[in-house]
């Protein structure tokens, strides 16, 4: 049996963790009964600290895109959707683009902005004792602040972020067009990174830019709601 070591934390009933969603979606597009664990348990069994990780019997696997691949290779899962390897090969480009750029926008809202940290602390870390809640928030804040600055973004100013990510978003939307999925009527396996990704740039957060900024393409906020439909998290978790 499978287990799905995720985080508990939602924001507007969505996984707060794209990454862990993108999980969730994968393991519903291949069908796949799962069981499983949330929360401080399972951040403790993450080898690499941080999650989503897949337990398979006596193996954690970290990383959604590893986990991917352990469920094609293990599971005869297929998420090519049935495209050409030059079609997947555009595909696997925007889903990098989604989880190595737009994501660490998303990030920077979230985390940034004094506002949009208050409701963070609490969605993110409400299950802590009280005296111990501020504490932890704040480290984990710094330790994001930090990495978003080594990664670029967090140098920038908003203006600056938001050109960046609308730049994505106009390529995404521009690859999906009136087309259901990205590359076709049929989803593939970066439908579940790029749906994912969107869906938690939609988040409901006092600091609005980016949320403003991806509700003006109708068709990304429509895609990343029929994914959401289409594979509702943990529909094949284990009764």
């Known amino acids: 049996m499978l287990t799905n070591h ?11 963790s794209p ?7 994968l393991l519903a597009m291949a069908g796949l ?10 951040l403790q069994t993450a080898p690499k ?3 989503p990780v897949m337990k398979d019997q006596e193996e954690l696997i970290a990383d959604s895109e590893f986990i991917r691949r352990h469920l094609v290779i293990n ?11 030059a079609e997947l090969a555009v595909a696997h480009a925007f889903m990098r683009m989604a989880e190595h750029s737009l994501y660490f926008v998303t990030v920077c809202t979230r985390w940034l902005p004094d506002e949009n940290f208050a409701v963070i602390e609490d969605q993110f870390f409400g299950i802590l004792p009280p005296e111990m809640r501020s504490s932890l928030a704040n480290e984990s804040r ?25 730049a ?16 076709g009527n049929r989803p593939c396996f970066a439908d579940a990174a790029v749906g994912a990704q969107i869906l938690c740039t939609l988040s409901n957060l006092p600091f609005s830019g980016w949320k403003k900024t991806v509700e003006q393409f109708p068709n990304l906020v429509a895609y990343a709601n029929r994914i959401k439909e289409a594979y509702p998290e943990e529909a094949t978790e284990a009764a």
Do not use: M
């Open 168 to 183: 994505d978003l106009q390529a995404i939307s521009t690859q999906l067009g009136d087309k259901p999925y990205l590359l």
């Open 75 to 85: 599971y005869n899962a297929d998420f090519s959707g049935g495209y050409s390897e």
């Open 49 to 51: 600290g941080k999650l």
């Open 142 to 166: 710094k330790s994001v602040i930090a990495k978003v600055n080594n990664h670029g973004y967090g140098q920038h100013t908003w203006e600056e972020r938001l050109a960046l990510g609308r």
């Open 6 to 16: 995720k985080f508990s934390a939602k924001l507007d009933g969505v996984s707060a």
């Open 19 to 25: 990454f862990c969603l993108k999980v969730d979606i």
């Open 33 to 42: 009964s799962y069981d499983v664990l949330e929360g401080p348990a399972a």
